[in-house]
Nanobody, 127 residues
């Protein structure tokens, strides 16, 4: 089955860190640009970060710049989102999505077409 699966979510105190993983199953992640999105309670889905297939030129939404870092290892078919200095407003379900390079480049537009979406992992930042 072709899919991406997120893991690594959980409950963390403000100022804490989490590392999310996005693992591809059934296809080579190296041919895909990978985006991380999130949906907070009562809010629309928003783009958080994206990394192109080669691993270069990651992009971030303004609210996470300097706190979140996206990285990938195509040999391990995995992309990570390191989240530091977490705040309550980061509470959301986080999704990873894979977009084939022939479809287009990285996009943080929540309505952009991505070939595969994961089921999401819950991140809760609370004291």
């Amino acid at each position: 089955q072709l899919r991406v699966v997120e893991s690594g979510g959980g409950l963390v105190q403000p100022g804490g860190s989490l590392r999310l993983s996005c693992a591809a199953s059934g296809f080579p992640l190296g041919a895909y640009n990978i985006g991380w999105f999130r949906r907070a309670p009562g809010k629309e889905r928003e783009g958080v970060s994206c990394i192109v297939s080669s691993g270069g030129g990651p992009i971030y939404t303004d609210s996470v710049k300097g706190r979140f870092t996206i990285s990938r290892d195509n040999a391990k078919n995995t992309v990570w989102l390191q989240m530091n200095s977490l705040q309550p407003e980061d509470t959301a379900v986080y999704f990873c999505a894979a977009r084939h390079v022939l479809v287009g480049g990285c996009s943080l537009d929540p309505n952009a077409f991505y070939n595969y979406w994961g089921q999401g992992t819950q991140v809760t930042v609370s004291s």
